[in-house]
């Protein structure tokens, strides 16, 4: 079965620039998630998407990031501008389901640098 | 609100050693609690998963953590390391309605 799949894997942009990242979940994942890593901390929850509507964007900032899931499968996350404290690995993740106990899978991840 | 505290964000041990990795939750109710691998560039995987029922919890690659409620603690064990195991491990917990929370990982480097 394909994994999680993200990208780019790298993108190196200016600040105030933007920026979009793409993720195509594993076949027949009802639940995508993207995630913000910054270095030297563990993955924070940006948005949650159950099918192509939004569950969880709590900790969205809203000002700048946006995040759509058109049908309900590929989903992109945009940052538009970007800022030198959004310089971070972007995680996508897909589950079969909403719940506790669902496992996650990853992808690889886009590294994101802003100058 | 849940929250993890993962003790060391650097461990180092020679192989063939016990690995110990410790993970403090707290949470308002029931947690449910994950163990996670990241290898370098590479996204995060499942290592075990508390839920319910047998408090000792069996994952991957020959690791095991155990639930204790009285102490908030999942620590992650694995008898013996070997090199493959170096990588960044995290520790999460989700409860209620909040989504899962990760602690901000720990660092696992083996000696040969």
């Known amino acids: 079965e394909a994994g999680v799949a993200q990208s780019p894997r790298y993108k190196i942009i200016e600040k105030r620039q933007s920026v979009a990242f793409w993720c195509n979940p594993i076949?027949?994942?009802?639940?995508l998630y993207w995630y913000q890593q910054i270095l030297g901390q563990g993955p924070k929850l940006l948005i949650q998407?159950?099918?192509?509507?939004?569950?969880?964007d709590s900790q969205l900032p809203k000002d700048r990031f946006s995040a759509e899931r058109l049908k309900g499968v590929d989903s992109t996350l945009k940052i538009q501008p970007a800022k030198l404290e959004d310089s971070a690995v972007y995680l996508c993740?897909?589950?079969?389901?909403?719940?506790?106990?669902?496992?996650?899978?990853f992808g690889p991840g886009t590294r994101l640098l802003v100058l | 609100a849940q929250s993890v505290t993962q003790l060391g964000s650097h461990v180092s041990v020679s192989e063939g050693a016990l690995v110990l990795l410790r993970c403090n939750y707290s949470?308002?109710?029931?947690?449910?609690l994950f163990w996670y691998v990241q290898y370098p560039n590479q996204g995060l995987q499942l290592l075990l998963k508390?839920?319910?029922?047998?408090?000792l919890v069996k994952g991957i690659n020959g690791f095991e953590a155990e639930f204790k409620k009285s102490e908030t603690s999942f620590h992650l064990t694995k008898p013996s390391a070997h090199m493959s195991d170096a990588a960044e491990y995290f520790c999460?917990?989700?409860?209620?309605?909040?989504?899962?929370?990760f602690g901000k990982g720990t660092r696992l480097s083996v000696i040969a």
């Open positions: 993740a897909s589950s079969p389901r909403t719940g506790r106990q669902e496992t996650q899978y």
């Open positions: 999460a917990v989700e409860g209620g309605n909040t989504p899962l929370v």
């Open positions: 076949s027949g994942h009802a639940t």
């Open positions: 949470s308002s109710v029931p947690p449910y």
């Open positions: 998407f159950q099918n192509n509507g939004v569950v969880d």
């Open positions: 508390y839920t319910t029922g047998a408090t």
